[in-house]
């Protein structure tokens, strides 16, 4: 095993023991959130990777639903107990984070030799059901059906409380290449019989059966689905084998993408196809602020868009397919946001500011006559301890302005705070993208800047 592993596998260790050990002072509520600290800690020391937080909705009764990836062997905290490495990381690194409460997740009643099972889900207080293969023998058939019956009320009843559910429709776990599997239709007998309006939030995921030495963990966010009426039977086998259909689709479309961003750039070549004769046009690009800028023509109506954004991009990927993508004959302007993302890479401000420079004279070589707009990297909740390196690279790509005439720095960093202060008020959910009011900003400051 690697340090890396060891290393992973001692902090899940310690989550575990944090939970088993913990005291009968504390609620279950501060035993979950207990955990959900210890898994935030373990999950710090390794690689993974977000995606579509985006798509988080900013209230509502959620149910978080996941393929159901097997563990790596080696990540055993005791006597071959595991604890779930998707589902722990769902409920801590997305739901605890994005909503400040873990998730109420679903977990099997445990046989009478996993002792260390059955301490650690009884301590954290779940919902639990029976599933097949993990049935005691002296547990009745009627028995079972009697529990997992209760499993409707008791989900409705942390829903009405305001928490978020999460859950398996499976009722089993894969590996990454076998992923996923059959999805049984418990979620939507479940929303059969609840009686308000519902979100589900899928998640894909991947990689959580590997080591985490060698690959990423990673997971996206799809949008929620709402529904608000009762289903009938004839309803619930509807949507479950539409939502079967749907996750093969998108955990087979998330093996097909790397780190590269392959699968979006082959995506955004199909519209620069579609577009390569447009006459002077303004090419919005960059990483996800300018991906997820949806209202982008009609904030500039007047004008030949290009929205060519992918999200997660580096300034390194966004420098290396910028000749293959930005493939225009004279455009009007192009318009960076770019440098965010770096942040996580560990580099220092003057290290993305020099990436910046490069980028903005390979850009300048190119097309001589077109301006170059600078949208200013925006301050955020999720970033809001790195406030200090993002004022600092902002006020190191405004000083490049004396080195490329056609360099315009737009300033939008001050019109994003609130009373001097960093506020969720132009982001969405996950505190990191904008929402509707913030790129009104955005298209003020662009309009102003590059006088369009």
């Given at each position: 095993?690697?340090?890396?592993?060891?290393?992973?596998?001692?902090?899940l260790?310690?989550?575990?023991i944090s939970?088993?050990?913990?005291?009968?002072?504390?609620?279950?509520?501060?035993?979950?959130?207990?955990s959900?600290?210890?898994?935030?800690e373990?999950?710090s020391?390794?690689?993974?990777?977000?995606?579509?937080t985006?798509?988080?909705?900013?209230?509502?009764?959620?149910?978080?639903?996941?393929?159901?990836?097997?563990?790596?062997?080696?990540y055993?905290?005791a006597?071959n107990f595991?604890?779930t490495?998707?589902s722990?990381?769902i409920?801590?690194?997305i739901i605890?984070k994005?909503?400040?409460k873990?998730?109420i997740r679903v977990?099997r009643?445990?046989?009478?030799?996993?002792?260390?099972h059955?301490?650690?889900?009884?301590?954290?207080?779940?919902?639990?059901?029976?599933a097949?293969?993990?049935?005691?023998?002296d547990?009745?058939?009627?028995?079972?059906?009697r529990v997992?019956?209760?499993?409707?009320?008791?989900a409705?009843?942390?829903?009405?409380?305001?928490y978020?559910?999460?859950?398996?429709?499976?009722?089993?776990?894969?590996?990454?290449?076998e992923?996923?599997?059959?999805?049984?239709k418990g979620?939507?007998k479940?929303?059969s019989?609840?009686?308000?309006?519902?979100?589900?939030v899928?998640?894909?995921?991947?990689?959580?059966?590997?080591?985490?030495?060698?690959?990423?963990?990673?997971?996206?966010?799809k949008?929620?689905?709402?529904y608000?009426n009762i289903l009938t039977?004839t309803?619930?086998?509807?949507?479950?084998?539409?939502?079967n259909?749907?996750?093969k689709?998108?955990?087979?479309?998330?093996k097909?993408?790397?780190?590269?961003?392959?699968?979006?750039?082959?995506?955004?070549?199909?519209q620069?196809?579609?577009?390569?004769?447009?006459?002077?046009?303004?090419?919005?690009?960059g990483?996800?602020?300018?991906?997820?800028?949806?209202?982008?023509?009609e904030d500039?109506?007047?004008?030949?868009?290009?929205?060519?954004?992918?999200?997660?991009?580096?300034?390194?990927?966004?420098?290396?397919?910028?000749n293959l993508?930005?493939?225009?004959?004279?455009?009007?302007?192009?318009v960076?946001y770019?440098g965010?993302?770096?942040l996580?890479?560990?580099?220092?401000?003057q290290e993305?500011?020099?990436?910046?420079?490069?980028?903005?004279?390979k850009?300048?070589?190119?097309?001589?006559?077109s301006?170059v707009?600078y949208?200013?990297?925006?301050?955020?909740?999720?970033?809001?301890?790195?406030?200090?390196?993002?004022k600092?690279?902002?006020?190191?790509?405004n000083?490049?302005?004396?080195?490329?005439?056609?360099?315009?720095y737009?300033d939008?960093?001050d019109?994003l705070?609130?009373?001097g202060?960093?506020?969720?008020?132009?982001?969405l959910?996950?505190?990191?993208h904008?929402?509707k009011?913030?790129y009104?900003?955005?298209?003020r400051?662009v309009?102003?800047?590059?006088?369009?």
């Amino acid at each position: 095993m690697s340090k890396i592993d060891e290393l992973f596998l001692s902090f899940l260790k310690d989550a575990f023991i944090s939970v088993i050990n913990s005291p009968n002072s504390l609620s279950v509520e501060e035993i979950r959130s207990l955990s959900s600290k210890k898994i935030q800690e373990a999950f710090s020391k390794v690689k993974y990777e977000i995606h579509g937080t985006e798509n988080l909705p900013t209230e509502g009764n959620l149910i978080f639903i996941y393929n159901h990836l097997n563990n790596h062997p080696l990540y055993s905290v005791a006597e071959n107990f595991q604890i779930t490495l998707d589902s722990h990381f769902i409920s801590s690194m997305i739901i605890d984070k994005y909503y400040d409460k873990p998730g109420i997740r679903v977990s099997r009643h445990s046989l009478p030799s996993e002792k260390f099972h059955k301490i650690y889900y009884d301590k954290l207080g779940y919902i639990r059901v029976y599933a097949k293969n993990f049935i005691p023998k002296d547990v009745s058939d009627l028995e079972v059906k009697r529990v997992n019956k209760e499993f409707y009320g008791n989900a409705s009843k942390y829903l009405k409380k305001g928490y978020s559910l999460v859950l398996s429709p499976e009722g089993a776990s894969y590996s990454t290449e076998e992923s996923p599997g059959v999805f049984k239709k418990g979620l939507f007998k479940l929303i059969s019989k609840l009686t308000t309006s519902i979100y589900v939030v899928p998640i894909v995921t991947l990689n959580f059966d590997k080591l985490s030495s060698k690959f990423v963990f990673k997971c996206e966010i799809k949008k929620p689905i709402k529904y608000e009426n009762i289903l009938t039977n004839t309803e619930v086998e509807i949507e479950n084998n539409r939502l079967n259909k749907k996750y093969k689709t998108w955990v087979n479309n998330m093996k097909l993408y790397d780190y590269d961003f392959s699968f979006e750039i082959n995506k955004l070549l199909s519209q620069v196809k579609s577009n390569k004769n447009t006459q002077s046009p303004i090419v919005f690009y960059g990483s996800s602020t300018i991906r997820l800028w949806k209202s982008l023509n009609e904030d500039f109506k007047n004008e030949n868009i290009i929205n060519l954004g992918f999200g997660g991009a580096f300034i390194d990927s966004l420098s290396k397919n910028f000749n293959l993508l930005v493939n225009f004959t004279n455009p009007k302007a192009i318009v960076i946001y770019l440098g965010g993302n770096d942040l996580t890479l560990n580099l220092t401000p003057q290290e993305i500011i020099f990436k910046i420079k490069k980028f903005v004279e390979k850009i300048s070589i190119r097309y001589p006559n077109s301006k170059v707009g600078y949208i200013t990297i925006k301050p955020s909740v999720e970033r809001k301890n790195r406030l200090v390196d993002i004022k600092q690279i902002n006020h190191g790509v405004n000083l490049l302005v004396n080195d490329f005439p056609n360099l315009i720095y737009v300033d939008v960093f001050d019109q994003l705070l609130e009373g001097g202060k960093v506020t969720s008020k132009f982001l969405l959910q996950d505190g990191l993208h904008l929402n509707k009011e913030g790129y009104k900003i955005l298209t003020r400051a662009v309009k102003a800047k590059l006088k369009i």
